[in-house]
């Protein structure tokens, strides 16, 4: 493996050129109408992955964006992809695993190229054919979509990708988590082959590796984080607790912690229970799971970021589709199916530069997930005591099979829980 200034190059992947020094988007090669609108929108300084992103794009090269969750993706590609679909014919095309996020996306891209004359469609589940076959005929600039309904309006003829000169898929290895690898290939076997294509994922697993392989022309890999590393600026803690003490400690957080919280469960059931709970408590909260609408999971997401609601309750349809700016506290009530889902969780907090807070409930059974979880993050979670009036629940010893790796961020934590003998 070859490295250069901090980023790897590895297998068919072409180096990356060196990274834009400038403390502004001056000098990415952006339009001087498109840096107009970015200032009026508050953007004055980009983020790594968007640095690194944009002038490559911009060229038209593909490329493959390594980068964690709220670190500005959708600009890295979405700049690119609306300078050159203002100057040139074609449409582009971005794939995303979840409604919400390609809701959030063409809302992103809206605000940057509104006053361009720039045209959307948003092609998602939960909303009606008919107006998005309407939105189709109208000859959008952009079409931004979930996999399935995408593959919906390919089947049943009412779209055509023939124009697309661009595609983004985006939050990657998530679409292949929820399956949809079989949709991207139908979808990427209906666009042209000469296209520029720009892949952006947290992870790079080999099932991307592979698409990428096949799908693009030797791509540059832009990688800004190690795959699985955490923001820096969330502080992560764990309680071993037991299950039926989970509503009383989460009751003691919301009185400790008074800014939003988002708190992720495992099932929609476990969800709208805890939701219950928690407007028991007389604090506004609201759910966001596969059992409600898209009506209603827009109604929950933007009274989350009004106010309305305090506490935001989600399964996992959640860990990469809520792009909310100052999320104080992030819980995980449950543990997620993955280990790689927590660095996802934890990433909505701590977006854009600002700091927040994890905490993770763990009951004694779930030692094994734990350690996965520490693995992938490269470091021990921080295990605090019950506060007073809790009994700790009892546990064997449990010995750590393997070690996290180093990470070479400080001394190393009080680790009171698991792997304590």
Known sequence: MLKCGGNHVQGFFMQEPQENKEQNFYGLGIAPGILELLLKAGFTKPTPIQARSIPLGIEGKDLVGIAQTGTGKTLAFGIPMIQLLLSRKGQG??????????????????????????????????????????????????????????NDHLVQ???????????????????????????????????????????FSATMPPEIM????????????????????TLEAVTQELFIVAREQKPELLRRLLQQY????????????????????????????????????????????????????????????????IDVMGIELVVNYDLPGSAEDYVHRIGRTARAGNKGHAITFAMVTEGKEVREIENVIQKRLFTLPLPEGFVAPRAEPITRSSRPRKSGRGPRQRHTGYGRR
């Open 157 to 199: 003829k009412t779209l055509s990708l023939s124009k697309v000169s661009i595609v983004v898929l985006d939050e990657a290895d998530r679409m292949f988590d929820m399956g949809f690898l079989p949709q991207i290939k139908s979808i990427l076997r209906n666009v042209p082959r000469e296209r520029q294509t720009m892949l």
């Open 93 to 150: 095309l971005i794939v995303l695993p979840t409604r919400e996020l390609a809701l959030q996306v063409e809302e992103s891209l809206r605000k940057i190229g509104k006053t361009q004359g720039l045209r959307t469609a948003v092609l998602i589940g939960g909303l009606p054919f008919g107006a998005q076959r309407r939105d189709i005929s109208n000859g959008p600039h952009i079409i931004v979509g979930t996999p399935g309904r995408i």
């Open 258 to 321: 008074k800014g939003p919280t988002l708190v992720f469960m495992r099932t929609k059931h476990g969800a709208k229970k805890v939701a219950r709970q928690v407007r028991d408590l007389n604090i506004q909260s609201a759910e966001i799971h596969s059992n409600r609408s898209l009506s209603q999971r827009r109604e929950a997401l933007e009274g989350f970021k009004s106010g309305k609601y305090r506490v935001l309750v989600a399964t996992d349809i959640a860990s990469r589709g």
């Open 210 to 229: 592979k698409l990428a392989k096949d799908y693009m022309k030797t791509p540059l890999r832009v990688e800004v984080t190690p795959p699985g590393t």
